[in-house]
């Protein structure tokens, strides 16, 4: 199996910056997609942001272009998720994911899922 695990989230103030990091280990694929989804309390899983393989392709929310930006290092089993001028609407449990297959907005299509890092942005 594949195991995910996201560190770097907290508590920040509006217009701050936190860097989220996700490391892969165990049976990988070097051809898995890997990105992030988010949950705040009281609503549906959305997408943030994915990223193929070979760091090409990313594809982001239009809610978070322009103020995020995922990319994958050296190592096709890591993936960051830099995030910019946060806000407020962006306090969410953020999830690292990675699939088998090509680059997906639905959270269903994806096979491996992290156990999440909070992230807090005060007002």
């Known amino acids: 199996q594949v195991q995910l695990v996201e560190s770097g989230g907290g508590l920040v103030q509006a217009g701050g910056s936190l860097r989220l990091s996700c490391a892969a280990s165990g049976r990988t694929f070097s051809a898995s997609p890997m990105g992030w989804f988010r949950q705040a309390p009281g609503k549906e899983r959305e997408f943030v942001a994915a990223i193929n393989w070979s760091g090409s392709s990313p594809s982001y929310a239009d809610s978070v272009k322009g103020r995020f930006t995922i990319s994958r290092p050296n190592l096709s089993n890591t993936v960051n998720l830099q995030m910019n001028s946060l806000e407020p609407e962006d306090t969410a449990v953020y999830y690292c994911?990675?699939?088998?297959?090509?680059?997906?907005?639905?959270?269903?299509?994806?096979?491996?899922w992290g156990q999440g890092t909070q992230v807090t942005v005060s007002s």
């Open positions: 994911v990675a699939r088998r297959g090509a680059i997906s907005m639905r959270a269903r299509e994806y096979d491996y």
